[in-house]
C-alpha cells in the first residue's frame, strides 16, 4: 500500500476513534448513548464518501461507491436521529438494558462498547473502499444484482421503521408489542432487512474486494443476532411489556420474517 493510502488510512481511523471517545464522554454525562447508533451510520457514509473522493478507480465505480454509501447512511442516519435522539427524551431501550446488566461497570464497558463502533465504522467502509479504488470501467452482472438487493432492502426496511414509528405514536398502544405490517412476520425486520442490504453491497463489491465483501454481512448477522441487536432489545421489550411480549415471542419468528404460529400451536 503506497505511503499516501498509509496516511490516509490512519487519518481516518484516529479521526473515527477521537470522534466516537468525545461522544463516549457525551454519554457520561448524560446517561443516554442511543445517538452512537446515528453516528455509527453518519461514519461509515463519510468513510464511504470520502473514499469515493480520494479513489483511484474508474468513475463508474467511485460514483457507486459514494452513492451507495450515501444514501445508505443519511437515510438510516436520519432516521435515527429524528426517531431516537430528535424525538426522544429516554436512552433507547438496548442501551437501558446494557447500563442496567452493567452496573458499576457501565462507564468502561460503554468507553470499549464506542471503540468497537468506530471499529466496526471501519470495517463497514471497506466496501466503499475496494470499490473507490476498482479499475473496471462498467459494473459487472453481480454488482447490478448487489444494488438492486440493496436498494429494495433499504425500501423494505424503511417500510418497517415506518409501521413501528406508526405504533408507537398510537396513544391505545401503549404498552403493547407492534404487530403492523412487517411485525408481525418478525420480531425484528428492520434489522433482518438491514442484514439483507449489506447482503447486496457485498455482491456489489465483490468483483472488487473478493472474499473479503462477505466479511460485513458476517459481522452485521452476529451484532444484530446476537450481540447488540436482538438480545438488548428483547430483554428490554420483555421488562417492559411483559406477557404480551412473551405471547409475541411464541407466535412470531425472531429474525427471518415468515408467517406467524397459530396461538393454539404455541406452548
Known amino acids: 500500500m503506497p505511503s ?6 490512519i487519518a481516518a481511523a484516529g479521526g473515527t476513534a ?5 461522544l463516549w464522554w457525551r454519554q457520561l454525562r448524560t446517561r443516554n ?10 461514519a461509515i ?4 464518501v470520502g473514499a469515493a473522493v480520494v479513489g483511484d478507480g474508474s468513475p463508474v465505480q467511485r460514483l457507486v461507491a459514494g452513492t451507495v454509501a450515501g444514501v445508505w447512511s443519511g437515510r438510516l442516519g436520519l432516521h435515527l436521529l429524528r426517531d431516537r435522539v430528535w424525538r426522544e427524551t429516554h436512552e433507547d431501550g438496548r442501551y437501558r438494558a446494557m447500563r442496567d ?5 457501565a462507564p468502561r464497558n460503554f468507553f470499549f462498547f464506542y471503540q468497537a463502533q468506530a471499529a466496526a465504522a471501519l470495517v463497514f467502509a471497506l466496501p466503499f473502499w475496494a470499490l ?5 470501467p462498467g459494473l459487472a452482472a453481480i454488482q447490478l444484482v448487489g444494488l438492486a438487493v440493496a436498494a429494495a432492502a433499504q425500501v423494505v426496511e424503511a417500510i418497517a421503521d415506518r409501521q413501528l414509528a406508526a405504533h408507537r405514536r398510537d396513544p391505545a398502544q401503549r404498552g403493547r408489542t407492534c404487530r403492523r405490517g412487517l411485525w408481525r412476520y418478525s420480531r425484528h425486520p428492520n434489522y433482518f432487512f438491514e442484514w439483507l442490504s449489506w447482503c447486496g453491497i457485498a455482491l456489489a463489491a465483490l468483483p472488487a ?12 448477522f452476529t451484532l444484530v443476532r446476537f450481540v447488540s441487536g436482538v438480545p438488548f432489545s428483547e430483554l428490554q421489550a420483555q421488562k417492559s411489556r411483559g406477557d404480551d411480549y412473551r405471547r409475541y415471542r411464541l407466535e412470531t419468528n425472531t429474525f427471518v ?10 406452548p
Do not use: K, Y
Not at 4 to 9: P, T
Not at 18 to 22: I, L, M, S
Not at 101 to 105: A, F, L, Q, V, Y
Not at 132 to 136: L, S, W
Open 4 to 9: 499516501a493510502e498509509v496516511a490516509i488510512v
Open 18 to 22: 477521537v470522534v466516537f471517545a468525545a
Open 33 to 42: 448513548a442511543t445517538s452512537v447508533d446515528a453516528a455509527w451510520a453518519l
Open 101 to 105: 446488566h452493567w452496573g458499576d461497570r
Open 132 to 136: 473507490a479504488r476498482h479499475a473496471a
Open 257 to 266: 420474517p415468515w408467517w406467524p404460529r397459530r396461538p393454539e400451536a404455541t
Open 45 to 48: 457514509g463519510a468513510l464511504g
Open 209 to 220: 474486494a473478493g472474499a473479503w465483501a462477505l466479511l460485513q454481512p458476517a459481522v452485521m
